[in-house]
């Protein structure tokens, strides 16, 4: 029976950990907790009331806060921490970790002083890690869905095909299937980006702007994407499937995207500090704003929706400014 170290204790490392429990393979499953109450509580009451209430993990599922617990005879490290805390946490697990273990980034972001893809971070902190054996999920995947066991498809994308079958194989389950892909580059930009322009759709809700505004920021933020991608050699097909186009729908109209949510307080008036204080979830789009709007500037990349989101999110530009100035630009060819 392998064991699985998952590193993170927010809803999707929750929910992760039960998916796996129920896979078609047995495994023996550690999730490592940053904080002191969440470790308490999923001890004691074997639910993270916190970030996924109502689920019960398994009793066989190991809680710890000790990276050399959780890694201890590791077969495979799910990392799912946020992009912000991601090269603390890989720095802190680094001693630990065995060069033949396959580390997989579940973290859909970019981190913000580097701009290195989550992939990237982890070849970069930990140096005895080959890069064919770091591996990424992302696609379409609210937590409470993968917890609750409804159907869910995602992708896994590694440089080595052997191991990307290997952990396809390994994780599938009833309910979650799993797709590889080679395209890294595109499986986390798709991941990362899309929670931009969720935002920007949040945001459209709040100013009840309508369906059709919603279709044409969907589809606009969709070439958006890709324009990035393609300039950092990621594949159109990639970003057309599950880990772009499908992440993307989820999470500019799914009533439980964070990133959507923060967007709709934003277009109802809401300051981006009051919203972030009002909640412990992560709403990765927001440092992926900084993130991307700097990538795109430095590979020549027209970003329009990414460009308003950015001004919105760290010039405290209005969010009304920003829908006018996104339908007034220059007309031109699709």
Known sequence: MKKIAIIGGGSWGTALAIALC????????????????IAHMLRERRVNEV????FELAPEIEITQDFACALAEADYVLGVMPSAHARAA??????????SVPIISATKGIEAETLLRMSELIADVCGGVSSARIAVFSGPSFAREVARGDPCAIVIGSHDATLATEIQEEFFGPSLRLYTNNDV???ELGGAVKNIIAIAAGVGEGMELGHNAMAALIT????????????LGARSETLAGLAGLGDLVLTCTGSLSRNRAVGIELGRGKKL?????????????VGAASAVWALAQCHGVDMPITEQMYAVLYNDRSPR?????????PLKNE
């Open 22 to 37: 129920k896979s078609h393979r047995p495994h023996r499953v550690s999730l490592w907790v940053h904080h002191n109450d």
């Open 51 to 54: 970030y996924l209430p109502g």
């Open 90 to 99: 890989y720095t802190a697990m680094r001693s630990h970790l065995r060069a």
């Open 185 to 187: 580059t595109g499986v």
């Open 220 to 231: 606009r933020g969709l070439a958006e994407i890709m324009r990035l991608g393609n300039a």
């Open 273 to 285: 500090s009051e919203i972030l204080r009002s909640t412990r979830m992560v709403a990765e789009g």
């Open 321 to 329: 400014d920003a829908m006018r100035d996104l339908m007034t630009r």
